[in-house]
């Protein structure tokens, strides 16, 4: 474990383009992670920042495609995330933000396919959703806001292309 790194940055000029899975896992001191925001990481791989427990904002990259299970899962003072535009991400695995229990609105990117299972479970603070008027959107599993107490607001902006909403079983 890592429970005493602050903070992690690279310049726009780095060559990074991969980090592995759970590599800042547990770095429960991290406050703030920088990547660059034009270029990079594909992916951000399961359980990379799962509970970095005082990391408070992250931008998405422009170039990441996909978040995968747990990537964020147990960040409990994520307040603020945000995608570079235009963002190119097109699925969010399964857990991804749960237990981020400060964020209170997203707006999800427009190139988004799938919402997994529990992506937004226990997010207690989150009131407000916004999924992009996006032809692509096809999936929102099912528990994907399970135990978002405080949501009050889910706006789909292109609701005829979403084909599977799962319930929970």
Excluded: H, Y
């Excluded at 951000?44 to 998405?60: G, W, Y």
Aim: charged share 25%.
């Amino acid at each position: 474990r890592c429970s005493a790194l602050q903070s992690v940055s690279f310049t726009e000029n780095s060559l990074i383009s991969e980090i592995g899975p759970s590599a800042f896992e547990g770095c429960s001191s991290m406050q703030t992670f920088t990547l660059p925001s034009t270029k990079g990481i594909a992916v951000i791989s399961e359980n990379t920042f799962k509970d970095c427990r005082s990391l408070a904002s992250f931008v998405v990259p422009i170039a990441t495609r996909s978040i995968c299970d747990s990537a964020f899962s147990g960040c409990t003072s994520l307040s603020s995330l945000t995608f570079a535009e235009p963002s190119n991400v097109e699925e969010f695995g399964r857990t991804v933000f749960q237990d981020c229990r400060e964020i209170i609105e997203i707006k999800l990117p427009e190139k988004i396919k799938t919402i997994g299972q529990g992506t937004f479970k226990n997010c207690s603070k989150l009131q407000e959703v916004t999924l992009p008027d996006n032809p692509n959107l096809e999936i929102i599993r099912f528990s994907a806001f399970e135990k978002c107490v405080s949501l009050k607001f889910i706006d789909v902006l292109n609701d005829e292309e979403v084909t599977d909403i799962e319930l929970s079983k």
